[in-house]
């Protein structure tokens, strides 16, 4: 099994911050990974997938990168709206979410 | 759009068989999306639980294999779980998940609270 740990599990940010968040996986899974936004209550929406690319309709301040085991997803100015807990999800094989980093506003 | 939407019992006896059907609307499911459920423990993470193609191929997560059984109504254009012998542990909102466009699961259903308890 593919284990993902994502780092921290949480972080507290100001409004404006650059945000970083990253996560490792056990073994290689080229770029496929999936970077996913739950706010509370909600169901997860999917941000970023095969590491890099934006889905439709995603602001530009999202970004992620990264292959093989570390991968690092940003948020370049946060906004009070990105509140949320967020994760990566591998599918080299099967699939594997990691723990999640909930983040708060300063 | 392709919108998702799951219905079963809330509330399972333990020991007893978990029932979740998802509807989907705005697609056919026979077309060529891959269909998964996904489960989160109250206050806890995303955990997957297996997923089925257009083709009827499944995947399971090895730790619920065992108990999970996922299947298609193309007629209803609906997918089900059911997750056999249910403990305290299996209590969790489930949603269901499409995929087809990008890698990822999107779109996603509410998702459903099942408590299970006696």
């Known amino acids: 099994d593919i284990q993902m740990t994502q780092s921290p599990s949480s972080l507290s940010a100001s409004v404006g911050d650059r945000v970083t968040i990253t996560c490792q996986a056990s073994?290689?899974?080229?770029?496929?990974l999936n970077w996913y936004q739950q706010k509370p209550g909600k169901a997860p929406k999917l941000l970023i997938y095969d590491a890099s690319n934006l889905e439709t309709g995603v602001p530009s301040r999202f970004s992620g990168s990264g292959s093989g085991t570390d991968f690092t997803f940003t948020i370049s100015s946060l906004q009070p709206e990105d509140i949320a807990t967020y994760y990566c999800q591998q599918y080299d094989n099967l699939y594997t979410f990691g723990q999640g980093t909930k983040l708060e506003i300063k | 759009q392709v919108q998702l939407q799951e219905s079963g019992p809330g509330l399972v006896k333990p020991s007893e068989t978990l029932s979740l059907t998802c509807t989907v609307s705005?697609?056919?499911?026979?077309?060529?999306?891959?269909w998964g459920w996904i489960r989160q423990p109250p206050g806890k993470g995303l955990e997957w639980i297996g997923s089925i193609y257009h083709s009827g191929s499944t995947y399971y997560n090895p730790s619920l294999k065992s108990r999970v059984t996922i299947s298609v109504d193309t007629s209803k254009n609906q997918f089900s779980l059911k997750l056999s012998s249910v403990t305290a542990a299996d209590t969790a909102v489930y949603y269901c998940a499409g995929s087809g466009t990008t890698p990822g699961f999107d779109p996603w259903g509410q998702g459903t609270l099942v408590t299970v308890s006696s």
């Open positions: 073994q290689d899974i080229s770029n496929y």
């Open positions: 705005g697609y056919s499911i026979s077309s060529g999306y891959y």
